[in-house]
T-cell receptor, first 115, second 115 residues
């Protein structure tokens, strides 16, 4: 069974602050994929990143960065110098290679960036 | 990039009627499509996985006779909510994959309101 835990239900920070969204996952597979998606109020899912289990290199994309730690089964997401437009619900998700590619989502973290 | 078109984006229907939602992959062949449901302020819950030309695989607790899924071609999957009731009101979103390891593309979602 696979499971994704996003312990932070809701976070509020003031604009320009850095914020980290936590994600812890459980899987018995050695091959799996991890994702982060952003869901703004309009509802559509915006793909942010996909990571396979064999690639533990951290990634940076502009103000976004991701820290993948297999030892702690975590895949945390940091937004640097947050902006109001970053306000959204962020989902961490997991797909196991042997599970027909289906993605299982965490409960999401609602992020409020205050002006 | 890969695009998935989902229609309608919103629909209001009377209790007892059926509603069909379409999910099309526009520029790639989707061997597998997924259907998710999202209640307000909750996560995306996988309802079913469909592979082209075969019966859909439903997640536990999802009524297959109520949520009919058809994946007749490599570019089209449909979800029909039969005899809809107010408790079926939700945000439905599809996702398409062109094969293991190639990633996923989500549709923009359909907001269903049953009155």
């Amino acid at each position: 069974a696979q499971k994704v835990t996003q312990a932070q239900t809701e976070i509020s920070v003031v604009e320009k602050e850095d914020v980290t969204l936590d994600c812890v996952y459980e899987t018995r597979d050695t091959t799996y994929y991890l994702f982060w998606y952003k869901q703004p109020p309009s509802g559509e899912l915006v793909f942010l990143i996909r990571r396979n289990s064999f690639d533990e290199q951290n990634e940076i994309s502009g103000r976004y960065s991701w820290n993948f730690q297999k030892s702690t089964s975590s895949f945390n997401f940091t937004i640097t110098a947050s902006q109001v437009v970053d306000s959204a619900v962020y989902f961490c998700a997991l797909s196991e290679a042997g599970e027909d590619d289906k993605i299982i989502f965490g409960k999401g973290t609602r992020l409020h960036i205050l002006p | 990039g890969a695009v998935v078109s989902q229609h309608p984006s919103w629909v209001i229907c009377k209790s007892g009627t059926s509603v069909k939602i379409e999910c099309r992959s526009l520029d790639f062949q989707a061997t597998t499509m997924f259907w998710y449901r999202q209640f307000p302020k909750q996560s995306l819950m996988l309802m079913a996985t469909s592979n082209e030309g075969s019966k859909a695989t439903y997640e536990q607790g999802v009524e297959k006779d109520k949520f009919l899924i058809n994946h007749a071609s490599l570019t089209l999957s449909t979800l029909t909510v039969t005899s809809a009731h107010p408790e079926d009101s939700s945000f439905y979103i599809c996702s398409a994959s062109s094969g293991r390891g190639y990633g996923y593309t989500f549709g923009s979602g359909t907001r269903l309101t049953v009155v």
